[in-house]
Nanobody, 118 residues
Framework: QVQLAESGGGLVQAGDSLRLSCAVS????????MAWFRQAPGKEREFVTG????????EYTDSKTGRFTISRDNAENTVYLQMNSLKPADTAVYYC???????????WGQGTQVTVSS
């Protein structure tokens, strides 16, 4: 069973930066495809950015105009989302997602709130 625990959210001003963390337990990162999603009030959950592994390489599949960057620390079994130049439109609950490469089963964290004031 994969468990994900997000942290690092909070209230910031427009233009600030935040780094979210997603601590993974139950699997190593090498067996998972990781991604970040977000859901703003009244809106559907949307994909933010993700990492895939095949053949030992990593690949960014999406980004928010270069302001958001996903990274991983294999030793800590943790994935990060670095968010720069935050805007009020980035206000949302941010969720970590893991997909087991072998079973394709998907797992979600509980989410962390990010609020950007103008």
């Amino acid at each position: 069973q994969v468990q994900l625990a997000e942290s690092g959210g909070g209230l910031v001003q427009a233009g600030d930066s935040l780094r979210l963390s997603c601590a993974v337990s139950g699997r190593t990162l090498s067996s998972l495809t990781m991604a970040w999603f977000r859901q703003a009030p009244g809106k559907e959950r949307e994909f933010v950015t993700g990492l895939t592994w095949w053949g030992g390489s990593t690949e960014y599949t999406d980004s928010k105009t270069g302001r958001f960057t996903i990274s991983r620390d294999n030793a800590e079994n943790t994935v990060y989302l670095q968010m720069n130049s935050l805007k009020p439109a980035d206000t949302a609950v941010y969720y970590c997602n893991a997909k087991d490469i072998a079973s394709t089963r998907s797992y979600w964290g509980q989410g962390t709130q990010v609020t950007v004031s103008s």
